[in-house]
Nanobody
Framework: QVQLVESGGGLVQPGGSLRLSCAAS????????KGWFRQAPGKERDFVAA????????SYADSVKGRFTISRDNAKNTVYLQMNSLKPADTAIYYC?????????????????WGQGTQVTVSS
C-alpha cells in the first residue's frame, strides 16, 4: 500500500508563489511519484507537470510553462512543484500521482496512485 500526501497549498495573491510537496510512504518500491494534476469544482482533472525518475525529463502544460517548475528528491521520495507568478486561473485542488514507470507520464489514466490533494487559491 502506498500513501501520497500533498502539502504546501494555501491562499496567495496573484503574482505570488507557492511550493507544493508530495511525499510517498508505505510500500513504495518501484512506485514513483512524478506527476502533478489539478482540478477545480465541476471541471476535469488537468495535467500540470511531470518528471522522470532521474529528473532529466520534464513535461509541463502550456498554461504553466515558464511559471511552474517540477523537481524531486529521491532520497526523500518526494516530488515538488514550485509555482511562481500565480494567477486566479491556477486556483484548484492540486494532486500528485505515482505509478510504476520511471518515465514522464502526462495521462492521468496511466497513474495508479493519487494523493488526497491540497487546495491552492489565488485571489486578491
Amino acid at each position: 500500500q502506498v500513501q501520497l500526501v500533498e502539502s504546501g497549498g494555501g491562499l496567495v495573491q496573484p503574482g505570488g508563489s507557492l511550493r507544493l510537496s508530495c511525499a510517498a510512504s508505505g510500500r513504495t518500491f518501484s512506485i514513483y511519484p512524478k506527476g502533478w494534476f489539478r482540478q477545480a469544482p465541476g471541471k476535469e482533472r488537468d495535467f500540470v507537470a511531470a518528471i522522470s525518475w532521474n529528473g532529466r525529463s520534464t513535461s509541463y502544460a502550456d498554461s504553466v510553462k515558464g511559471r511552474f517548475t517540477i523537481s524531486r528528491d529521491n532520497a526523500k521520495n518526494t516530488v515538488y512543484l514550485q509555482m511562481n507568478s500565480l494567477k486566479p486561473a491556477d486556483t484548484a485542488i492540486y494532486y500528485c500521482a505515482a505509478d510504476t514507470s520511471m518515465l514522464v507520464t502526462t495521462d492521468p489514466k496511466k497513474y495508479d496512485y493519487w494523493g488526497q490533494g491540497t487546495q491552492v487559491t489565488v485571489s486578491s
